[in-house]
């Protein structure tokens, strides 16, 4: 987001009417500092670095037992309890003690399905992980119905060491979708910032805050991360060369070039869903405005916006049609809408003063952003067909919304006496989690595509 521009004798000027409100303590000098360059660090691994709180659970949760695997007892990684933490996290399952059985089933013809029954359960998650000749693993499991008597699903993997916990979660992605019919997202990854004492870290992590790894580390503010489209590079902001630049990293190697690197301020970079565009917020022509440059620097900015006003924050329909951003063009900051082909932008949201960060949902029907509403700001869903608004938090002070890829949760920022933490709420309200970090000032969450 664009806080600040230099104005043609060489100041900067922070506009104010359309400034989050948990950045202008934390980042107000983000676009006005007058920053050093520093040694970046490169990839460097963590271990779980979010811890998650439930707070929250759906009105019904699933009752299922995910038995442990044959033979995981001896492995550094056991695959089953990260199917059991996963199933629980999401605030749909709960999970039903496999505890005193002996021997446990592990095939399902090992099932007394009776037993089940009497214990409540009405999926039952069995399986068996067989070391291979060449050091890897052959992980089976399947999914169980208890009162059919039947399979639901059954997948077979084979996995070194290091990946048996994404094989952990890619089977409860497979076990979430075949109880609930959507997608699941344990497989996935989230960016974050987070500050500790002076230090500014740009993190990726597993969905479940696992396997932290610091992407990019600086003493001069970074913010705004954002997913291409295939997961493999992140666009952000660093002021590391005294001024806002827009960056492109690989994930991959590490690598990074500056992409947008223009007089004036350069700020809240967005994917197209081509892979190939970014849109950005410069101010190389006097007030902030929208243009789409080419991920990699190559040739000049096409400008998409014009107004007087500060037009930022965009962000795309998954079909790349349409373009939502925010703008304070009627007065006040409000979210409009307008063809990626160009046109007439199209005020969308008119429920009070202030409303910011749009972020389209993954179908498409509606989208996420944050609603001041007395003196909070919360985090609000509106449906585009109908333009009906829900208010899904309730904290003093949320910020930056990020759809889940399969439209079920919102990661968000807020902060919790004085620092900041990430938390998530289901597309209804009534799942919520916390995911907090014991060493430092968490913000700017993004939530990561699927995995290619």
């Not at 610091?214 to 001024?243: F, H, M, Q």
């Not at 350069?266 to 022509?285: I, R, Y």
Request: proline share 7%; hydrophobic share 40%; charged share 20%.
């Amino acid at each position: 987001m664009s806080l600040c521009g230099d104005t043609p004798q060489g100041r900067t000027v922070m506009p104010t009417a359309i400034i989050r409100p948990m950045k202008t303590i934390w980042l107000q000098r983000l676009f006005c500092a007058v920053a050093m360059l520093v040694p970046l660090a490169p990839l460097s691994s963590a271990r779980a670095a979010l811890t998650i709180e439930i707070i929250g659970t759906g009105a019904t949760q699933f009752p299922v037992a995910v038995v442990p695997f044959r033979a995981e007892g001896g492995l550094a990684q056991p695959v089953t309890p990260v199917i059991a933490s996963d199933l629980t996290r999401s605030g749909l399952f709960r999970m039903v003690d496999s505890g005193g059985l002996n021997p446990l089933p592990h095939e399902p013809q090992d099932l007394n399905y009776p037993v089940w029954r009497a214990r409540g359960a009405d999926a039952v998650v069995i399986g068996s992980i067989t070391p291979l000749s060449d050091g890897r693993y052959d992980v089976r499991f399947r999914l169980m119905d208890v009162a059919k008597q039947s399979q639901l699903a059954g997948f077979a993997y084979t996995a070194n060491t290091a990946q048996l916990r994404l094989t952990a979660h890619r089977i409860a992605d497979v076990i979430y979708e075949a109880l609930t019919g959507a997608k699941g997202v344990f497989s996935t990854r989230v960016a974050y910032i987070v500050k500790k004492g002076k230090r500014y870290e740009l993190q990726v992590a597993d969905a479940d805050g696992y396997g932290a790894q610091t992407v990019r580390w600086s003493d001069e503010p970074i913010l705004s991360p954002s997913w291409s489209p295939d997961g493999n590079r992140l666009a952000y902001v660093s002021l590391e060369r005294k001024k806002p630049v827009v960056y492109v990293q690989s994930l991959t190697t590490g690598q990074y070039q500056a992409v947008a690197n223009y007089w004036g301020s350069n700020s809240a970079p967005a994917w197209l869903p081509d892979g190939k565009t970014l849109a950005v917020v410069l101010s190389k022509e006097g007030g902030s405005q929208i243009y789409f440059i080419n991920s990699e620097g190559k040739g000049e900015p096409r400008r998409m916006t014009f107004s007087a006003a500060i037009d930022t924050e965009p962000n795309f329909s998954p079909d790349g049609a349409q373009m939502l951003f925010t703008s304070d063009r009627g007065g006040s900051p409000q979210i409009y809408g307008m063809p990626v082909t160009g046109g007439e932008a199209r005020r969308l949201t008119f429920e009070g003063s202030y409303n910011v960060t749009p972020r389209f949902s993954p179908d498409g029907k509606s989208f996420t952003f944050i609603q001041r509403n007395g003196g909070r700001f919360n985090v609000a869903v509106q449906d585009l067909t109908t333009r009906q608004v829900q208010v899904l938090t309730d904290g003093v002070i949320d910020e930056s919304p990020s759809f889940a890829p399969n439209g079920r949760m919102i990661l968000y920022a807020t902060e919790v006496k004085g620092r900041g933490v990430l938390s998530a709420v289901s597309s209804d309200g009534r799942v919520k989690q916390r995911l907090t970090e014991e060493a430092g000032d968490v913000r700017e969450p993004a939530w990561g595509p699927y995995p290619k």
